[in-house]
């Protein structure tokens, strides 16, 4: 779908207005290269939400939240001034975790917790539909499609020492598992695909390190046929619980929204904190059976769209 600037709203006939996911509950300034060049780094963020609920209360439209999170808590001062107004003009309010909820103070108890949305990506683009995508995929790259890898994704914050020393713990994980390294940057905003060609670089074993922009289905069809994935990415993970395939998330550093995901699946064995216990948790995992299909927590998120539709259409939520 098109992406359309706030700026650009103009007299458009909406239904509603739905804010979020992602961690996007906070008024802290980003440091993010795109917003410092665009003089945005003092309300990026809060315009996400705190814009889109004005927007909708200037057009009498109602206002859902889809399980968004808020990363820290917000100070007393900021929950007068921001939150309560957004809070009070919103029909139907939602987080992805308790931490989350937590941090919203005494507006928490407003809120519902439901598992971040994305979970249900498998729903939108079901597995044997990707089959040609990952085909294609691997093709062009000049992999033979029956290709066995496993994914990986590192964040700089992630990272234990030099990308050296990352590679070296790839290298060996691939000669221990017998798969083939599959380097995907999924935070091309955060520079990770120039960790990823840095790792690449000083890999010794044969991998592949798709360092230039793919499109979203060739990143989803990528996890969803993997071995396992491994790497630092909340979504990277949530998408290999959704499609039923192993996957471990290094929580470098240990983020609520890390612990959060997993209480949902209730698989916190699949979150550790340092790359060597997460090659060795993927080890294990691969011995095991495959996970079982988030089938609770999914039930969470049917339950939590029927709401969003039900106030779109001009019903209540509840």
């Not at 498998?122 to 062009?140: F, K, N, Q």
Request: aromatic letters at 6%; a negative charge.
């Amino acid at each position: 779908m098109s992406v359309i600037s706030i700026d650009d709203y103009g007299d458009i006939d909406a239904d509603g207005v739905l804010i979020g996911g992602g961690n996007i509950i906070h008024c802290k300034k980003d440091r993010l290269p795109a917003y410092q060049q665009s003089g945005l780094p003092e309300r990026a963020y809060r315009s996400l939400w705190s814009d889109a609920a004005a927007f909708a209360n200037a057009r009498r439209i109602p206002v859902a939240w889809n399980a968004p999170g808020v990363p820290v808590p917000f100070a007393a001062d900021e929950l007068e001034a921001l939150i309560a107004p957004v809070v009070s003009d919103a029909n139907y309010l939602s987080v992805r975790e308790q931490a989350s909820r937590d941090h919203l103070g005494s507006y928490g108890h407003r809120f519902d917790i439901v598992p971040d949305t994305a979970l249900a990506v498998s729903e939108m683009w079901p597995r044997d539909t990707l089959v040609e995508t990952l085909a294609d995929t691997l093709t062009a790259a000049g992999l033979d499609p029956k290709t066995r890898y496993a994914v990986i994704h590192a964040k700089r914050r992630s990272m234990e020492g030099d990308a050296s020393m990352m590679a070296a713990q790839i290298d060996d994980f691939a000669r221990t598992s017998g798969l083939l390294p599959v380097l995907l940057p999924l935070g091309l905003c955060h520079a990770d695909d120039q960790i990823a060609r840095d790792i690449s670089g000083a890999m010794q074993e044969r991998h592949l390190c798709l360092d230039a922009p793919i499109g979203l289905r060739q990143i989803t069809a990528l996890i969803a046929f993997s071995e396992v994935f491994v790497g630092a990415s909340l979504h990277g993970f949530i998408a290999s619980a959704s499609y039923g395939r192993r996957g471990v998330l290094v929580a470098k550093p240990r983020l609520p929204k890390f612990m959060g995901m997993a209480d949902h699946l209730a698989r916190p064995c699949d979150v550790v904190e340092t790359w060597r216990a997460g090659f060795n948790r993927a080890l294990s995992a691969l011995r095991e059976d495959a996970p079982q299909a988030p089938g609770e927590a999914m039930q969470a998120v049917h339950a939590h769209w029927t709401r969003v539709r039900r106030l779109f259409d001009g019903g209540s939520p509840v």
